[in-house]
């Protein structure tokens, strides 16, 4: 069964910075894979997408300019990189692939002001 792993997150202050990280049970090389993060009382959004060249990348406005998409093929995982933490980051992140595929159980970021 496809499946796919987030982990990094954690607690952290306002303005401090975390690398989330994705693998998956099947190869991810030539896979477009998302970010996606629920915040508490709140829909699941689509943050970033990254094509499996690296050569096209999306971020929503709500984190364009802090958070980065990578991804390194031959360890087969995809990367999230996010600078200047905000209280209202506080959310679960996932990875999936487009088009979506199984969710995995996510990994909490919580932002302390």
């Known amino acids: 069964q496809v499946q796919f792993v987030e982990s990094g997150g954690a607690l952290v202050q306002r303005g401090g910075s975390l690398q989330l990280s994705c693998v998956a049970s099947?190869?991810?090389?030539?896979?477009?894979i998302d970010w996606h993060r629920q915040a508490p009382r709140k829909q699941r959004e689509l943050i970033a997408r990254i094509n499996g060249a690296e050569t096209y990348t999306y971020y929503d406005d709500s984190v364009k300019g802090r958070f980065i998409i990578s991804r390194d093929n031959p360890k087969n995982t995809v990367y999230l990189h996010i600078y200047n933490l905000q209280p209202e980051d506080t959310a679960t992140y996932y990875c999936?692939?487009?088009?979506?595929?199984?969710w995995g159980q996510g990994t909490q970021v919580t932002v302390s002001s």
């Open positions: 099947f190869t991810l090389r030539d896979v477009v």
């Open positions: 999936n692939s487009s088009p979506l595929r199984n």
